[in-house]
């Protein structure tokens, strides 16, 4: 299958620093990637859906100045946590779009600790 | 009213056991369907789609009911390794987003 890679895999910051995550498909183009959030014992949420060379779309609920999305490459979506709390506290994963339409492959996910 | 709803559990089955999992979605639009398995701490896998007809993958069985807008899924002859948090996955308003559900927890006993 498609493999998409995320970086870094946990990370660890203080409140108010900005942290970047990197969604990357290594294997295919991938014109579309979504960034979900998972709080512990909950469903996935989709914050957003990255395009490349266009803006994101953000889902109703998410910050769009807090959460910074940039879709620069057809392998590359990087997500941003600006001036991050406590409470964005996460796992946040990644997907992106196979050819094969409606098929996502999600990356490894990221585990974010603001303190 | 959650987009797509799923008994939590836990379900705690001996190995060998056949178990059911039920789902149900609200858009009525909604047309793709899957299950996804999420082992703990780690990113969703996809298990299956779903079809209208009912899908079967060796011991996983799906079926879709789009009158009743309910998915199934039962694994027969359970295994250790099938222990994990089992997710319905339904496509929303725009066709390429998913919607999960909060997923049901299942741990296969010795």
């Known amino acids: 299958g498609a493999v998409v890679s995320q970086h870094p895999s946990w990370v660890i910051c203080k409140s108010g620093t900005s942290v970047k995550i990197e969604c990357r498909s290594l294997d295919f183009q991938a014109t579309t990637m979504f960034w979900y959030r998972q709080f512990p014992k909950q469903s996935l949420m989709l914050m957003a859906t990255?395009?490349?060379?266009?803006?994101?779309?953000?889902e109703q609920g998410v910050e769009k100045d807090k959460f910074l999305i940039n879709h620069a490459s057809l392998t590359l979506s990087t997500l941003t946590v600006t001036s991050a709390h406590p409470e964005d506290s996460s796992f946040y994963i990644c997907?992106?779009?196979?050819?094969?339409?409606?098929?996502?492959?999600f990356g490894p996910g990221t585990r974010l600790t603001v303190t | 009213r959650k987009e797509v709803e799923q008994d939590p559990g836990p379900f705690n089955v001996p190995e060998g056991a056949t178990v059911a999992f039920n789902c149900t979605y609200s858009?009525?639009?909604?047309?793709?369907f899957f299950w996804y398995r999420q082992d703990c701490r780690k990113e969703p896998k996809l298990l299956m789609s779903?079809?209208?007809s009912g899908n079967e993958d060796g011991r996983f069985t799906a079926q879709l009911n789009r009158a009743s807008q309910y998915i199934s899924l039962l694994i027969r002859d359970s295994k250790l390794s099938d222990s994990a948090t089992y997710l319905c996955v339904v496509n929303g308003d725009s066709a390429r987003q998913l919607t999960f559900g909060s997923g049901t927890q299942l741990t296969v006993l010795p």
């Open positions: 779903v079809y209208s």
């Open positions: 990255s395009n490349e060379g266009s803006k994101a779309t953000y």
């Open positions: 858009n009525s639009a909604s047309q793709s």
């Open positions: 997907s992106a779009e196979s050819p094969r339409v409606y098929e996502q492959y």
